[in-house]
């Protein structure tokens, strides 16, 4: 028997001053097939519309561990898209998150995730953020073109490419239709 439910997309928000423009990744995976969930980061909250992202997405954001006795509020995802991304705790396993802990499982259970960092040229400058961006590439992580932007200058809303994981994750789509 197959699933011939439509593919589903957690998109993982991180904490970031163009959060806010998450609706444009919702946007173009309604228009590419994909259902979507967001996860936000628990700091990432206060940078989205909630109310707003629900009503686009049909789900209710999750950024909080659950106990067993609460149902399961979206379906199990089929990929990944992290964006805006930051990714050292990510990349170094923390899961002190039910952001981080999705993306750190996500691994293990071989669900395929594409990133699009967001980070300033001075957290750039750091030695984990290569290590980082080097690790996840050897966990088959697929990562975006994002190129860091000027610190303390509130800069990258205008470059930021927000459907680039869709581009990423695209052959993947196809092969998860084609299973379903």
Request: aromatic share 8%; no cysteine.
């Given at each position: 028997m197959?699933?011939?439910?439509?593919?589903?997309l957690y998109v993982v928000v991180c904490a970031s001053g163009i959060a806010d423009g998450v609706s444009e990744l919702i946007t173009a995976a309604h228009a590419?097939?994909?259902?979507?969930?967001?996860?936000?980061?628990?700091?990432?909250?206060?940078?989205?519309d909630q109310e707003a992202v629900e009503a686009q997405t049909g789900y209710p954001i999750r950024s909080a561990w659950r106990t067993s006795s609460i149902p399961q509020p979206l379906p199990p995802a089929d990929a990944i898209a992290v964006a805006p991304a930051t990714i050292n705790k990510w990349?170094?396993?923390?899961?002190?998150?039910?952001?981080?802990g999705i993306l750190c499982e996500a691994?293990?259970?071989?669900?395929?995730?594409?990133?699009?960092p967001y980070v300033n040229s001075a957290q750039a400058a750091h030695p984990a953020y290569d290590e980082s961006l080097a690790r996840l590439r050897s966990m088959g992580v697929l990562i975006g073109d994002y190129v860091p932007h000027m610190p303390k200058a509130?800069?990258?809303r205008e470059s930021y490419?927000?459907?680039?994981?869709?581009?990423?994750?695209?052959?993947?789509?196809?092969?998860?239709?084609?299973?379903?």
């Open positions: 197959t699933d011939h439910r439509e593919p589903f590419e097939g994909w259902k979507v969930g967001v996860i936000a980061a628990p700091s990432g909250l206060g940078f989205i990349a170094a396993g923390i899961s002190d998150t039910l952001a981080l691994y293990g259970l071989g669900i395929p995730v594409a990133v699009q509130g800069g990258g490419n927000w459907t680039h994981v869709l581009d990423l994750l695209r052959p993947v789509a196809r092969s998860i239709t084609e299973r379903k």
